[in-house]
Every structure is written in structure tokens, then in C-alpha cells.
């Protein structure tokens, strides 16, 4: 029995099924994907992890619903500075500690860039295994006019020492689940207890990566660390809609239940989320846990004034 499931019926159709809060995919890259297909294939909401703000900041509203983190910021020649897929105005390079605002290079400005475009969240790359990545003098300043403007950082940490660099500077969110090398016990612990949140992005593993992931995320949840979908979509072939590879990999990490569905349905980096749509499924939840994720792949958003709850 899920906690959040309701029984419904559908206005237009009739159909007696299952409606569960709105599903959010917490990465995305919303300029290398069609995110208007997404609704009609379960999610409602993303949370475009590197953009260009401008163009984010002009999106119309409707679904899904899209918050955002404006540009990455990352170090002169820092990841992903130079990618094919990351042009210019996705790319925000911070060089100066300075709070003071407008500064060039300044951890202020660029935080402000963000934020005045609307920003939800701020994200800094902290990528060693691809070029250089800020020193913690900036990265501290990074956190702190994030910590003025309200906005939580999530970061992209890979190589060595850079995701317990991230927990132990406090950063609030990992975009991906580690992947590239073995945490200790103690670093587990301290992401979980310090209220770091980790996005799922299993699917975009394979092999050693894959397995260190999944094996990360279940010790890091066995820890009450709060863990969220996501699928980093437009880095590679994944399905636009709801991932049900994403979804058996999470189940593999030990996530399942209503802890699966909640990782869908977190509203971070918002407070709430949204009330205007449900997720519908078709029929009752199934009986085996097992079966959850191929379940929840089929869901549609749908108007929540389309539905009925019914006994």
C-alpha cells in the first residue's frame, strides 16, 4: 500500500486507476531534450541542471514545470567549459572570492546572474577529472551569496576528494549519485546527517560506475540520507518520460515503496509542489514491490480537477 496513492476515477474516460503526487525529474538539460513530451509520459516537473538563464527565464509557464539553475559555474577552463553540448551561456566562469557585487569573475556576480533570472538553485562544478575546479576560497564564496540570495548549491563532484570536498564545505545536493570512487563509512555518514540530498542518475552508469552508485545511494538512504529522481536527460540515449531503468535501479539501492515514490515526488528545490496536476496510473498499485517500477513508468499527468477519489 502506498501512503500517497489515491484510488481515482477519470472524468473523460471513466477509467477507475491510481493517482500519486506529480513526478519531477530533479536533472535534466533541458536544451538538448524535447521537455514539452515529457508530460504525456508521467513527469509534470524538471529541474534543468545547466542552462542558459535567459532562455529559462523566458519559458512560458505550463508543463512541465521547470525550476533551474541558470549556467554552471566553474573554474577558468573548468568542466564543461569547451563541450560541444555546453555553449557559451550555459558556462559561467568565477575566478574572485569577491561578495561584492558586479565584480568580473566574482562569486557575488555570478551568483546573482543566476538568481535574477530565477534561479531555484545554484550549481558549481566541481569536476577534477576534467580540467581544474575552484580553490575553496571561492567555492566558500559561492556558498555564502547563494546563502544571501536563498538558494541551495548542488554540485557536480567528481574526481579525487571532490565529493567529500562537497560535504565537507556543505554543499547542499549532489547532481549525481558518486560514482568514480569507494566513500568511507564516515563520508556516507556525514552526507546523510548534514541533510545532503543526492540525485539518483543511475541509468547513465555502466559497469564498475554503475554498481559503485548503486551501492552508494543504498548506504547513503540506509543512513536516512533523502534521495531523489533524476536521470541527467540529454546525456545520452535515456527515454524521454519516466525512466523505468532509473526506477529498478533505484529499487536495487534499496529504494523502494513509498521511499521510490517520494523520490519522485520531492518539489526540491521548491518548498511545495504543485496542485493543479496528478500523476494517474491505471488500475490499483500492484501487490508485488517488485513490480513498482515498471508501474510507475506508465504514469500520465493529468489535471487534478479530472479526477475523483473514489472508495
Given amino acids: 500500500m502506498l501512503t500517497a496513492a489515491w484510488p481515482v476515477r477519470r472524468h473523460a474516460t471513466g477509467e477507475i486507476g491510481t493517482s500519486l503526487p506529480a513526478f519531477t525529474d530533479h536533472h535534466v538539460h533541458a536544451h538538448l531534450v524535447e521537455i514539452d513530451a515529457l508530460p504525456a509520459r508521467g513527469i509534470a516537473g524538471v529541474v534543468d541542471l545547466g542552462g542558459d538563464p535567459a532562455v529559462l527565464a523566458r519559458r512560458a509557464a505550463g508543463l512541465p514545470r521547470v525550476s533551474f539553475a541558470g549556467a554552471f559555474l566553474t573554474a577558468p577552463g573548468g568542466y564543461p567549459s569547451g ?157 524521454l518520460g519516466v525512466n523505468r531503468r532509473e526506477l529498478l535501479a533505484l529499487q536495487e539501492a534499496g529504494i523502494r515503496g513509498d521511499a521510490l515514490v517520494a523520490s519522485l515526488t520531492d518539489p526540491w528545490p521548491q518548498r511545495t509542489g504543485t496542485d493543479a496536476v496528478r500523476s494517474f496510473l491505471a488500475g490499483p498499485a500492484p501487490t508485488d514491490p517488485d513490480d513498482l517500477a515498471t508501474w510507475l513508468s506508465r504514469a500520465t499527468v493529468v489535471p487534478t480537477e479530472e479526477l475523483t477519489r473514489v472508495d
Fill in 83 to 239: 563541450r560541444s553540448w555546453a555553449p557559451d551561456a550555459i558556462v559561467h566562469t568565477v575566478s574572485d572570492p569577491s561578495l561584492h557585487p558586479g565584480v568580473p569573475g566574482g562569486a557575488r556576480t555570478a551568483v546573482d546572474a543566476q538568481a535574477d533570472a530565477g534561479a531555484a538553485v545554484i550549481k558549481v562544478a566541481l569536476n577534477a577529472d576534467a580540467g581544474p575546479v575552484m580553490p575553496d576560497a571561492v567555492l566558500d564564496a559561492v556558498l555564502a551569496a547563494a546563502a544571501d540570495r536563498g538558494l541551495p548549491v548542488v554540485a557536480h563532484a567528481q574526481g579525487a576528494g571532490q565529493v567529500e570536498r562537497a560535504i565537507d564545505r556543505g554543499v547542499a545536493a549532489l547532481a549525481h549519485t558518486p560514482f568514480d570512487a569507494t566513500l568511507s563509512r564516515h563520508s556516507l555518514t556525514r552526507a546523510a546527517e548534514g541533510g545532503q540530498v543526492w540525485i539518483s542518475t543511475l541509468d547513465i552508469h555502466r559497469g564498475k560506475a554503475r554498481t559503485r552508485a548503486i551501492a552508494h545511494l543504498g548506504a547513503f538512504a540506509a543512513r536516512g540520507g533523502r534521495v531523489l529522481y533524476g536521470t541527467d536527460l540529454g546525456n545520452g540515449p535515456l527515454p
